[in-house]
């Protein structure tokens, strides 16, 4: 189905207690999260229904069927990769964010319409540049969500962010982070752990000894939160 403007995938129980959406990250197919609700309902005995919704920019060209849901400076990051600079994105707020937050607002508006359920029954997340999405979009909703699942995403907009934090008090989050990730920096990872804490959150930190990837110990957490939901 299309909601704001976003095609958007749904697996799972119509009568489910909880909704997770999971935004996918920069360069992925609109699809390329669907397979992790299998796992985590099969595997993990996770109950809740899954939402997808596709990124609204396509990259095409060389990307194929990929999309994002803010353009990056290719060239900029391939740089910094060859020199093996650490790319603080801490004061940076991307081109296209506070568009693309109003448009994933209002498609979360529109989902709890049409699938009727509550904006306090959605555990919000995602992968990389999703998982960036997600939290900003958590910090400018009216009310924050019943937890957020942050899979490898960084510090940005901290300007922005900094002063809404106190918004996730007790908020459940399960945050992840690779050691050896070449794209976001661990160190700006556990400084976004740091002042989620700070703000009262409840933080479930799970680093781990890889790159960027979701590898199976932060599914198995990401399932803990979602079970500990009932």
């Known amino acids: 189905m299309e909601l704001a403007g976003l095609t958007t995938h ?14 996918h990250g920069f360069g992925a197919p609109g699809d390329d999260l669907v397979s992790l609700a299998s796992y985590l309902q ?3 005995g996770v109950t809740a229904r899954f939402v997808f919704p596709e990124a609204p920019i396509e990259l095409g060209g060389l990307y194929g069927d990929s999309r994002a849901w803010w353009r990056l400076d290719l060239a900029k990051l391939e740089a910094d990769l060859r020199s093996g600079a650490v790319r603080d994105r801490r004061t940076e707020v991307p081109e296209g964010l506070p568009e693309v937050r109003a448009q994933l607002s209002r498609w979360l508006d529109e989902l709890c319409t049409k699938l009727s359920f509550g904006a306090d029954e959605v555990v919000l997340g995602g992968f990389s540049q999703g998982a960036m999405l997600a939290l900003d979009v958590a910090l400018h909703r009216p009310a924050p969500p019943a937890g957020l699942i942050l899979m490898s995403g960084t510090l940005l907009a901290e300007s922005e ?3 809404r934090m106190a918004s996730l008090k007790g908020v459940p989050v399960m945050q992840s982070h690779g050691k050896h ?4 920096p661990f160190s700006i990872a556990e400084l976004l752990r740091d002042q989620l804490i700070a703000a009262g959150a409840v933080v479930d930190w799970q680093p781990f000894a890889g790159a960027h990837e979701i590898p199976p110990p932060v599914l198995a957490a990401a399932a803990k939160l979602l079970l500990a939901r009932g």
Not at 14 to 23: G, P
Request: charged share 15%.
């Open 10 to 23: 749904v697996v799972g129980p119509t009568d489910a207690k909880t909704t997770v959406v999971l935004l």
């Open 161 to 163: 962010w900094s002063p």
């Open 42 to 44: 099969r595997g993990a």
């Open 181 to 184: 990730d070449t794209l976001l």
